[in-house]
């Protein structure tokens, strides 16, 4: 397997295992938007619930005022019978009170006819530390005067609700707008405990004024709703069918966006921290009060709305293409291994092929070209001094009086003669296009492509045998063994006959023996 197959595979393993992943992840991404609209929607449903809730106690004040819109004199009696059958209804609502606009020289007035029902009545004010005390003097007085129900709200009874700051601003923005107004959270005077209210006050005027200064002269006093904001939000949210959310009520319109109630779930921690999941929802203004729901769902909650299939479809997807890669892997190992050993098998054919080939194109003693590589050889260069237009030369060589050297010396020493002729006629030659080969018995040739004169070469190749001095008693020419040569030139065409080429070298051999021997005839 080379290394582009095997890079291949493994780069498609990794697209398949990364699409895989990314098919899981797709399906926990719809997961969570479904979780995502199910907070939504179980929190829009605690919302508007809270909502129906704050705008009915609202309704409840706007009752009362009309108790106080149509009577000059509202008697305690009478604003105890109504507010207790309000407060039979609404059993959450902490008080139902009136507080009227008590100017100073009146505060002895009010104090006399009040103590005639509520001997102990006073006009108070708490000081720092929480204790109740005579409330200081004053322009202006708005104490509470009549309250429902009075049994839990005694700390209550006589407090001036302009003592407070933050508070009198309240019921100054509330006469003058002559609109509802809620208080920010607040701990009540009559809190017993460290749950945080608020108050809305609802102003009553003398007739119907229509500016602020009018409203501001003609200020009765204002009815008022005291509520703990733990007790609305608890039997609002228990009614509610969506379970497994912490709900944060949190007061948007209040510069520290500060936090009112928090529903904090048993055996979640940090339920309350913001979460990936967290949906804030602002609930309708009321009373000039900004609210907002932050909802922040459980570990259980989430947990029971996941499944197992995008961790399945990752991990089975991986699987499955891991064991498709480990697979084809194999097949492509194995089929390397066969193509290898066929290739193998190939390349040992071609080796045999090429060793016979060269065999059948060498003499099998001399180890130089034979007679059939000369042959088609010669007929190549032939064909190529006719196309290029150059000369070609031809040598054909005799080994003299060879015959009477193996009578005289064996056959043995004859055939070592003709190695030893061989190698050093292929010595003589330089050029690697040259060609020497064994003609046959002690005949040998040369062919030289693109050679002008071969008289040269064939001289230089007489001179070089002639040096090997290897002995012969027995020639006529010399004590040692010679060569004859016959060389002939041709710049061949296509009129040219390669037969007529090789016999004129033929024949300047012939002429080199009968001339003597140890001769070059051109």
């Known amino acids: 397997m080379n290394i582009f197959s095997t890079s291949r595979l493994f780069f498609l393993a990794f697209i398949g295992i990364a699409l895989s992943v990314f098919l899981g992840w797709s399906f926990y991404e719809e997961e969570t938007k479904i979780i995502e609209l199910d907070i939504r929607r179980d ?40 507010t207790q059958s309000i407060l039979a209804r609404h059993p959450h609502i902490q008080a139902l009170s009136w507080a009227p606009k008590v100017l100073h020289s009146e505060r002895g007035t009010y104090k006399r006819l009040r103590r005639k029902e509520l001997p102990d009545f006073v006009i108070t004010e708490r000081k720092e530390q929480g204790k109740m005390i005579r409330a200081e003097d004053r322009a202006v007085y708005f104490p509470v005067y009549y309250i429902e129900p009075i049994t839990r709200n005694k700390l209550a009874v006589g407090f001036d609700l302009a003592s407070n700051t933050e508070r009198l601003k309240t019921l100054e923005i509330s006469r003058d ?14 809190e017993a405990s460290n749950q945080k209210g ?42 509610t069918s969506a379970q497994g959310i912490t709900i944060t009520l949190v007061d948007t319109s209040s510069p520290s966006f500060e936090t009112l109630h928090l529903n904090h779930l048993p055996n979640e921690p940090n339920s309350g921290q913001r979460s990936k999941f967290s949906y804030q929802k602002h609930l309708t203004k009321f009373s000039g009060r900004q609210w907002s729901i932050i909802a922040t769902p459980t570990n259980g909650y989430v947990t029971e709305r996941r499944s197992l299939l995008p961790y399945l479809i990752s991990l089975f997807g991986a699987l499955f293409v891991a064991l498709g890669a480990a697979y084809t892997f194999t097949v492509l190992r194995r089929s390397e291994y066969i193509e290898t050993m066929v290739l193998d098998r190939t390349n040992d054919l071609n080796d045999a092929k090429q060793k016979l080939e060269t065999l059948s194109r060498t003499d099998a003693l001399t180890g130089i070209a034979n007679r059939r590589c000369f042959d088609e050889r010669l007929e190549t260069e032939w064909k ?18 060879f015959k009477q050297f193996n009578d005289r010396y064996g056959h043995t020493v004859g055939d070592n003669c003709l190695i030893g002729v061989a190698s050093s006629l292929q010595k003589s030659l330089y050029r690697p296009d040259d060609l020497v080969a064994r003609y046959g018995g002690e005949e040998f040739v040369i062919i030289l492509p693109n050679t002008k004169d071969a008289s040269t070469p064939a001289e230089n190749c007489r001179r070089a045998i002639e040096n090997l001095q290897i002995s012969h008693e027995t020639s006529d020419t010399a004590q040692h063994i010679t060569i004859s040569i ?10 040219s006959e390669l037969i007529e080429f090789t016999n004129k070298a033929d024949r300047a051999l012939y002429e080199a023996k009968e001339s003597g021997r140890n001769k070059v005839c051109t």
Do not use: C, W
Not at 52 to 72: H, W
Not at 486 to 495: E, I, R, Y
């Open 198 to 239: 608020f108050i809305t006050f609802i102003p009553i005027y003398q007739g119907e004024p229509t500016t602020i200064e009018q409203r501001r002269d003609h200020l009765r006093g204002f009815v008022t709703g005291v509520f703990r904001i733990g007790d609305i939000f608890d039997s609002v949210i228990k009614h």
């Open 177 to 190: 707008l002559g609109t509802a107004q809620a208080t920010a959270s607040i701990t009540l005077v009559q």
């Open 43 to 82: 929190t829009d449903e605690k919302v508007a619930a809270l909502e129906r809730e704050l705008f009915i106690n609202l309704e409840v004040l706007f009752s009362i005022k009309g108790l106080f819109d149509s009577s000059d004199n509202v008697t305690a009696a009478e604003f105890n019978k109504l």
């Open 486 to 495: 016959g060389a002939v030139t041709l710049t061949p065409n296509n009129q």
């Open 384 to 401: 190529r001094a006719i196309r290029e237009k150059t000369p070609l030369s031809l040598m054909m060589i005799d080994v003299d009086h």
